[in-house]
């Protein structure tokens, strides 16, 4: 009997090597990426099985902060029927005249406390204040400090949307609540994707933002948000996927690092994740990889690395890919963001005749 016990894992890894996703990109020309980019972009569409109605934001301003070199605001902003999505949105003082800032989406990742490690919110807790030190994760926080306006909400079913609690003791809450959705007609990683639009649209109505120059960026779970927020929603002219690039067969197959916050069914079909990355293009991207992650292994990343800069060449501005490849483990380098923000949402912005839709 005993060579039965892993009978399962050997019959999907199997049934990995079989499959080879129909829109994996294979192409070298510019025309022919162009084609594979509607083709794959519309067949995402399709498979997330659509977003909810929009309703009006009706942001409402909870409390103030003042953190010396920005001010920390909170608020909640309406998402769709029934829900409220919880924010912070980090205002740096200094602006002068009408001059407008640029912004960032911040995204959090898996977690007990959503956004609020992103925002640098502590609450002078030593768990917190841990939470930050070992991931480096108060990227929100950082990106105020050097002149951008940030935005960090709470995605579902993290931090103060589930009231930062368990509320499936012995179960994985991002699987419940995926099925829960499935049951209902949707897919939380869709409704997800929503909220971030919602949240661009917020961030675009403020008015110290310049709209035409809004980045995204996120560890882990969070790079999962900025790989898919900006690849559907071209307001983002700039993204910073931050320890979450890899193949589907090691996140997914050979391991376990998946949940159903960051699933789109059937999508291997058609494509992985270094495709999905690569529909930002021709837009600026960074990749942060550390080569001591235990989450995603940097051998996988590689591979994934390799993928998205044909995709990247094959665009014709393979200078717009970037790489940050660190010696640290899970967590936010904070080496090349600093430069790469600054120079694509500061500086000269690039060429293109994307337009700035907000939804493709």
């Known amino acids: 009997m005993g060579e039965f016990l892993n009978s399962m894992e050997w019959y999907y890894i199997n049934l990995e090597q079989d499959i080879t996703p129909s829109l994996h990109f294979q192409s070298r020309t510019k025309k022919d990426f162009e084609k594979w980019r509607r083709e794959l972009k519309a067949k995402l569409l399709e498979l997330l099985g659509g977003f909810p109605e929009k309703v009006p934001l009706e942001p409402d301003k909870l409390g103030e902060e003042d953190c010396g070199d920005f001010v920390r605001e909170k608020y909640t902003i ?17 602006i002068s005249g009408d001059k407008k800032l640029p912004g960032i989406l911040c995204c959090h990742g898996h977690g007990p406390f959503g956004k609020d490690s ?17 991931h480096n994760y108060n990227y929100g926080e950082q990106m105020a400090r050097r002149g951008y306006v940030t935005l960090c909400p ?8 589930v009231a930062y609690s ?6 994985d809450k991002c699987n419940m609540y995926f099925i829960k959705g499935l049951l209902l007609g949707q897919v939380l990683l869709a409704r997800n994707i929503h ?46 996927i931050i320890c979450y690039l890899t193949t589907t067969r090691h996140y997914a197959v050979e391991t376990a690092n998946l949940c159903g916050s960051q699933f789109v069914p059937y999508l291997y079909k058609y494509a992985d994740v270094a495709d999905i990355a690569g ?50 483990e899970h967590s936010f380098a904070g080496d090349k963001a600093f430069s790469f923000f600054d120079k694509h949402l500061k500086g000269q912005m690039w060429n293109s005749t994307i337009s700035s839709s907000s939804r493709i």
């Open 78 to 94: 309406s998402t769709e029927k029934h829900l409220r999505m919880p924010l912070y949105l980090l205002k740096p003082k200094e």
């Open 118 to 134: 992103v925002a640098g919110v502590t609450f002078d807790q030593p768990e917190r204040k841990e939470n930050i030190r070992g």
């Open 154 to 161: 709470d995605f579902r079913p993290f931090g103060e949307r």
């Open 166 to 171: 368990d509320p499936f003791p012995g179960r």
């Open 195 to 240: 909220d971030g639009m919602c949240a661009l649209d917020f961030l675009c109505q403020q008015p110290e933002v310049d709209p035409e120059r809004i980045g995204c960026m996120g560890l882990s779970f969070g790079g999962t948000m900025t790989t898919y927020i900006s690849a559907l929603d071209e307001r983002v002219k700039a993204a910073d």
């Open 279 to 328: 529909l930002i293009a021709p837009r600026p991207l960074l990749i942060e990889s550390g080569i001591n992650d235990t989450c995603f292994q940097f051998k996988f990343t590689r591979e994934a690395h390799k993928h998205l800069r044909n995709i990247y060449e094959a665009a014709g501005i393979s200078n717009n890919l970037e790489f940050d490849i660190f010696m640290g």
